[in-house]
């Protein structure tokens, strides 16, 4: 079965910090790897979606790679602003059950201080 | 547009009540899931209808019931709920769900389910 860990669980950091989250799973037959946002009481905001076949993604601040062979994706934010502080959660897709479904990861709780 | 809608945002139902929560997207996409988070929690998998279809039921209480009346939709019927059942009930979709189609994940924003 496949297991989705995120480390830290919190991260609290001064405003312009440059961060970098860190999501591992232990079955590496992944179909995609996705990051999402989270803010209090709220939905999801999908923030970067990773192929299997791809090593990282871009989008403004923010950079995700992932090492599908060693199991690990990296979220890195670049001059982190009080906005950003919310919990991300990583998710991989695969088929441990026999159809695609996304395993998510606690969550890393990430408060930006001004 | 990349919305999934969710109505009511905010539900109180007694333990004797029926209630039903919606769900809408105009993206076209052909899955449709409903999870479960509870605070502090990552979501959980409730749900999945791929075209129409059940495809996906995490072995959830029949006090939970499904429904998706075309691709656009997606209904939750909840009766005689209980007090643990308070939770976050999220909407999500995807252009698809196998392999040679996008599987990208959105989200709705929730509704918030207190079970008094």
């Known amino acids: 079965k496949q297991e989705v860990t995120q480390i830290p669980a919190a991260l609290s950091v001064p405003e312009g910090e440059n961060l970098v989250l860190n999501c591992s799973f232990t079955d590496s037959a992944i179909y995609n790897l996705q990051w999402f946002r989270q803010d209090p009481g709220k939905g999801l905001t999908s923030l970067l979606l990773?192929?299997?076949?791809?090593r990282e993604q871009t989008s403004g601040r923010l950079n995700a790679s992932l090492d599908k062979s060693s199991g690990r994706s990296t979220l890195y934010i670049a001059a982190s602003q009080p906005g950003d502080s919310a919990t991300y959660l990583c998710?991989?897709?695969?088929?441990?059950?026999?159809?695609?479904?996304?395993?998510f990861g606690k969550g890393t709780k990430l408060s930006v201080i001004p | 547009d990349t919305e999934v809608t969710q109505t009511p945002k905010h539900l109180v139902m007694g333990m004797t009540n029926k209630k039903s929560l919606k769900c809408e997207q105009h993206m076209g996409h052909r899955a449709m899931y409903w999870y479960k988070q509870k605070a502090k929690k990552p979501p959980e998998l409730m749900f999945v209808?791929?075209?129409?279809?059940?495809?996906i039921n995490e072995s959830v209480p029949s006090r939970f019931s499904p429904e998706c009346p075309n691709s656009s939709l997606l209904n939750l019927h909840l009766h005689a709920l209980q007090p643990e059942d308070s939770a976050l009930y999220l909407c999500?979709?995807?252009?698809?769900?196998?392999?040679?189609?996008?599987?990208?994940?959105?989200f709705g924003q929730g509704t918030r389910l207190t079970v008094v």
């Open positions: 998710a991989v897709l695969d088929t441990g059950a026999g159809s695609y479904q996304l395993t």
């Open positions: 990773i192929q299997s076949s791809q």
């Open positions: 999500a979709s995807s252009q698809g769900q196998g392999a040679r189609e996008n599987t990208e994940a959105f």
């Open positions: 209808y791929s075209y129409e279809k059940l495809s």
